[in-house]
T-cell receptor, first 111, second 116 residues
């Protein structure tokens, strides 16, 4: 089983749609969780950290479900500029620096 | 954004060449990383340096040799590479040992390497 699993997509949605991605992780002791965004042929950039209580940043909402070991990202009112690959990232319990990346979920927002 | 820079941005090399990738961070961080990103695969951590000392080497082949002369610079020396080493090589930096939430890793734009 992969340490971090994501549906590769692509998710093809119209502008204005709401779309959600899930990600599962295998290590129940993991403590920190993140969503990164990676545009085509660019570097990953931190989108948001995921906190136990859930957190929101504008049109983006991230949630953590420890019991089921998954995190989610909800994007409301999708924009064309949201088209990118969204990487689910988990920080290993045994390290203060080691990030474990999922393969990413590709989102395409069409006009 | 110029927080983490990498050169060259693109590199084509033969299997017998020797080349080096360079990374520089301007964020005052104390840790630097090399990652490999192959097509349709997740980012793979290759090397980690904390305070200029290598703290992790994820069983990377010896044809990849890192060097960290100071906390702002990181190199990846390449020799006798294989075609399967073609990938995007990303450098990142972060600040370790600080308050929770301050250790975000910031990535450079990457070097796209093609081995012929």
């Amino acid at each position: 089983r992969k340490e971090v699993e994501q549906d590769p997509g692509p998710f093809n949605v119209p502008e204005g749609a709401t779309v959600a991605f899930n990600c599962t992780y295998s290590n129940s002791a993991s403590q920190s969780f993140f969503w990164y965004r990676q545009d085509c042929r660019k570097e990953p950039k931190l989108l948001m950290s995921v906190y136990s209580s859930g957190n929101e940043d504008g049109r983006f909402t991230a949630q953590l479900n420890r019991a089921s070991q998954y995190i989610s990202l909800l994007i409301r009112d999708s924009k064309l500029s949201d088209s990118a690959t969204y990487l689910c990232v988990v920080k290993g319990m045994d390290s203060s620096y080691k990030l474990i990346f999922g393969s990413g979920t590709r989102l395409l927002v069409r006009p | 954004e110029t927080g983490v820079t990498q050169t060259p941005r693109h590199l084509v090399m033969g299997m017998t060449n020797k080349k080096s990738l360079k990374c520089e961070q301007h964020l005052g961080h104390n840790a630097m990383y090399w990652y490999k990103q192959s097509a349709k695969k997740p980012l793979e951590l290759m090397f980690v340096y904390s305070l200029e000392e290598r703290v992790e080497n994820n069983s990377v082949p010896s044809r990849f040799s890192p060097e960290c002369p100071n906390s702002s610079h990181l190199f990846l020396h390449l020799h006798t590479l294989q075609p399967e080493d073609s990938a995007l090589y990303l450098c990142a930096s972060s600040s370790l040992g600080g308050a929770l939430g301050t250790d975000t890793q910031y990535f450079g734009p990457g070097t796209r390497l093609t081995v012929l």
